[in-house]
């Protein structure tokens, strides 16, 4: 693989498997791990309606890439709660540690109109400094038919040559096919209320919708909040449990 010859160097996710559990394993081999059932088929329905409904509010509907993004400090105090709740923090201790931060969340749509796949790529280099983890819920069922998303176990431990382009949906940093030739791919096909916990950089995308069902999803992001992240992207962090060396909170 080549080298992108801007990363910083990670901070391991895989010690040594006494004292683990399966996911954190899991987590630390292939870089994502699926969580069936984190959340009720309702409460994710009314997660989508209260997305849906501020996205209206700021005409977000019509976003080319159809990705809007709110930081921890200006988001819908509803869903900002629901950033720290019991089902989720749990997962993020055996992942992150014992001291977590909640950086931003992206909400994604695909639908009739913006069918769009993502091109391979990795979030770290939208972002940069420490490593960050995702947790993508599904607000609708995915499935390949309307872009569900694929992933490569173990790219997260790899490097590789990265390419910029300029695109109107976004996705400025891609990675092309052949650098990861060999390596397996997982096709995600999750539930409404499924979860999946990936590394910023696991290596991801997307199949295009081409049936045009809804395919709405809630993308929040964390950090080890005992680490110093160099990236300037986020200002006023929100400290989930333990300590930070960014705030004083």
């Known amino acids: 693989m080549h080298a992108s010859g801007n990363y910083t160097k990670m901070r391991t996710l895989s010690m040594s498997a006494v004292g683990k559990s399966q996911q954190e394993i899991d987590f630390a081999r292939d870089g994502f791990l699926v969580v069936k059932e984190l959340y009720t088929r309702e409460e994710m329905l009314k997660w989508k309606e209260r997305v849906i409904a501020l996205l209206e509010t700021e005409d977000g509907l019509s976003i080319p890439s159809g990705v809007r993004v709110w930081f921890a400090h200006k988001l819908d105090p509803f869903l900002l709660d629901k950033m ?6 749990p997962y993020l201790l055996d992942i992150i540690g ?8 992206k909400a994604v749509y695909k639908n009739k109109t913006t069918t769009f796949e993502s091109p391979w790529h990795q979030d770290w280099h939208y972002w940069k400094g420490s490593p960050k983890i995702s947790v993508w819920l599904a607000l609708d069922d ?31 940093w891609r990675i092309e096919n052949e650098e990861f030739a060999g390596m397996p791919e997982t ?20 199949f295009p919708n081409e049936n045009g069902a809804d395919r709405w999803s809630f993308i929040s992001t964390y950090r080890d909040a005992s680490v110093k ?9 929100m400290l989930i449990q333990g300590k930070s060396v960014h705030t004083e909170s």
Request: aromatic share 8%; net charge negative.
């Open 142 to 172: 995915a499935t390949p038919e309307n872009g569900c998303l694929k992933m490569i176990a173990g790219s997260h431990k790899k490097r590789f040559k990265v390419n910029q382009v300029k695109a109107e949906n976004g996705f400025g």
């Open 229 to 237: 992240d160099e990236s300037t992207v986020w200002d006023r962090p």
């Open 84 to 89: 720290r709740d019991d089902r989720v923090t």
């Open 187 to 206: 096709t995600l096909s999750v539930e409404r209320g499924d979860a999946v916990f990936f590394h910023d950089q696991t290596l991801h995308s997307s």
């Open 98 to 105: 014992p001291n977590v931060e909640f950086l931003s969340v």
